[in-house]
């Protein structure tokens, strides 16, 4: 039995950057002209508008026109809504495959800030409700990452020990969060950092 799986019961995945290929950085970066990608997922993940949308409290209209006037984007909210619902472009090639071959040694899931219009996508569109065996999206768990909250939400929903998560994701501040809930967190893009993510740990994968 190798070390990883001793040491893990769960593996828990984001989604967009480490599951989904998004268009959505370059975007958000155009529409509000910052070039800082660090500051760019800042904002996001603070913003009033965002939250109360990915946390289930705000319609995809109200986030529409919250969002162009917290903003202050020079495009009208349905034109906003339209491309925000095209960023998630779908899985990295081969990652689907990569995660069904940890199945079965683990229980895999993922949790990620999601909504009304991107999360129907993930799960049918894409083939996501058939390829983890547990889902947790931010906007029906009434809370988002990086905050405690979401973490000890989803964690319970596994009935394991925090410890025993593995949590990958590709934004640092969601690392932390996890970290802090006492899950075990590491920093992962796309197929290629979860397989390196999973060797440096001992969790051998095909």
Do not use: Y
Not at 66 to 86: H, K, N, Q
Not at 136 to 152: C, N, T, V, W, Y
Not at 173 to 180: F, H, K, Q
């Amino acid at each position: 039995m190798s070390a990883g799986r001793e040491r893990f019961d769960v593996l828990l995945f984001d989604l967009g950057g480490v599951v989904i290929e998004l268009d959505g950085l370059p975007i958000w970066m155009e529409l509000t002209r910052e070039p800082n990608e660090s500051v760019v997922w800042e904002r996001w993940l603070h913003s009033p508008a965002v939250r109360r949308f990915e946390s289930g409290l705000a319609s995809a209209a109200e986030f529409g026109d919250e969002i162009v006037t917290e903003f202050e984007l020079e495009i009208p909210a349905a034109d906003f809504l339209a491309r925000f619902a095209g960023w998630p472009r779908g899985p990295f090639p081969g990652v689907l495959e990569l995660i069904g071959s940890l199945r079965g040694r683990f229980q895999v899931a993922c949790l990620s800030n999601c909504n009304e219009l991107h999360w129907p996508r993930f799960l049918d569109e894409m083939g996501l409700a058939a390829a983890f065996d547990r889902h947790f999206s931010s906007h029906q768990l009434g809370a988002m990452k990086p905050d405690r909250k979401i973490f000890e939400l989803a964690v319970g929903e596994l009935g394991v020990p925090a410890e025993r998560v593995l949590f990958l994701d590709d934004n640092q501040l969601n690392v932390d969060g996890a970290r802090a809930a006492g899950l075990h967190a590491e920093l992962a893009k796309g197929p290629a950092g979860i397989r390196a993510t999973l060797e440096r740990l001992g969790v051998p994968s095909p």
